[in-house]
């Protein structure tokens, strides 16, 4: 199953922004538009749009199980490809846009996640961590790829074709290979029976393991956390300090990465020195996953959580001092590290706190918050940088705003199930 959900992430590319901007200069000139605004607007709307899905794609999920929502969102994403060339104005191109969204960074993105969840426990951060090794690849890979398809065939063959390559990759897996869950074939999480298994987080920890999950230790019998519902969750304080730890990653990386060309033009630096930053942090990010997967499934999850905030404010401050060029090379470096952790940390952490039975509704409200987090943190950088005249102190706002969160990752503990204290 890791495979099959390494290649459903892959193929959720058509409907991410990294290829989806390879046809930007297309769709303006398909539709006659003068400037990129509108296209902008129409993508930020169907962003927004697709993340308000998420809790209901993540409730299905649950409902009729990840093999049936993996399948159905490869094929409307596949469909969604081979139509938006038919796309005749910006409100068609929109909607085909929300579609691109929802199907592919959304549903088809969050069931992946959600299928590793249902195989891995103990293993769950290196299961991640091959999952996103592959989307990285993807976004090294794909782009080019895509620029020579378009200028071999035309955009609209050149999606048609990304989109039949999903349908090819996707739905026979899940047809043949994908089953969604360990027990509907007679095994087991991690492939280790029940009775083997144990807790990830010890009610006393002593001070040696505090900060260390020690998985290798001999604890079988331990029973696994229990299942929380959504509402459930949302009620707990660990959720709160989860969602907002990830949503604010989320929102300042998105930001940082959109407005980077105008910081670094506006400390003094030349376009090439820009041209090189997000891919610089992109392959800092590639290769620290498998780093982070393995810390993931050996350290609390609290403490990772608390190195991403720090981590994140670090790279702030860095950002705002962009007339040095070593602290604006140390800021990529810091968000690579941040994201290669963010990735990996986020579904594990649901699943170890609040359960399998509904994990993808849970982690389909985190997807939603920080899809919205994405459309937002750009805006409010833009206004800050435009009413303080630069951007040097937005950026250490959101470098002060790591450091409650911070404090709340570090105090955070698994919640108890309000079934065990009623």
């Known amino acids: 199953m890791l495979g099959v959900a390494t290649v459903a992430t892959i193929s959720t590319s058509p409907g991410q922004t990294f290829l989806v901007s390879q046809f930007y200069s297309s769709f303006q000139r398909e539709l006659g538009l003068d400037e990129a605004a509108p296209l902008a607007t129409a993508y930020g709307i169907g962003t927004l749009g697709a993340g308000l899905l998420m809790p209901l794609v993540g ?59 249902m195989w891995y426990e103990k293993r769950l951060g290196i299961a991640e961590s091959v999952r996103h090794t592959g989307m990285s690849l993807a976004n090294v890979l794909l782009p080019p790829i895509a620029i020579a398809l378009i200028a071999w065939l035309g955009w609209k063959s050149a999606y048609a074709l990304l989109g039949l390559g999903v349908y090819l990759a ?129 350290f609390r999850e609290r403490i990772l959580l608390a190195c991403t905030t720090v981590l994140l404010g670090l790279s702030c401050t860095c950002v705002a001092f962009a007339s040095a060029l070593p602290a604006l090379y140390g800021a990529m470096v810091l968000m690579g590290m941040t994201q290669s952790l963010i990735f990996v940390l986020a579904s594990p952490i649901f699943a170890r706190y609040f359960g399998r039975k509904h994990h993808g509704a849970i982690r389909g409200t985190l997807t939603r918050s920080m899809i919205i987090g994405t459309a937002v943190g750009p805006v409010l950088l833009s206004l800050g940088a435009k009413f303080s005249d630069g951007y040097r102190l937005p950026l250490l706002a959101c470098a002060l705003l790591t450091i409650p969160l911070t404090v709340a990752a570090l105090s955070m503990k698994q919640p108890e199930h309000p079934e065990s204290t009623s």
């Not at 005749?88 to 929300?98: M, R, V």
């Not at 897996?173 to 087991?188: A, T």
């Open 59 to 117: 409730s299905l999920s649950d409902r009729f199980g990840t093999r049936v929502m993996m399948g159905i969102a490869a094929a409307l994403l596949a469909f969604t490809c081979a139509m938006i060339g038919f796309a005749e104005n910006i409100y068609q191109l929109g909607l085909a846009f929300f579609c691109l969204r929802a199907f592919g960074q959304g549903a088809l993105g969050l069931v992946a996640g959600h299928t590793l969840a």
């Open 170 to 298: 996707v739905i026979p897996l899940v047809v043949i290979v994908f089953r969604n869950k360990p027990e509907d074939i007679g095994q087991h999480l991690d492939n280790i029976a029940p009775e083997e298994h144990h807790s990830l987080e010890d009610a006393e920890p002593d001070a040696a393991a505090e900060i260390s999950r020690d998985t290798h230790g001999p604890r079988a019998g331990t029973p696994l956390p229990p299942d929380f519902t959504a509402k459930q969750a949302i009620r707990t304080g660990a959720y709160w300090i989860v969602t907002g730890a990830l949503v604010a990653n989320a929102a300042i990386f998105t930001a940082i990465a959109l407005e980077h060309q105008v910081i670094v033009q506006d400390a003094g630096h030349g376009p090439e020195v820009a041209a090189r930053l997000i891919p610089l942090a992109g392959l800092v990010a590639m290769l620290a996953v498998p780093i982070s997967g393995m810390l993931v499934d050996r």
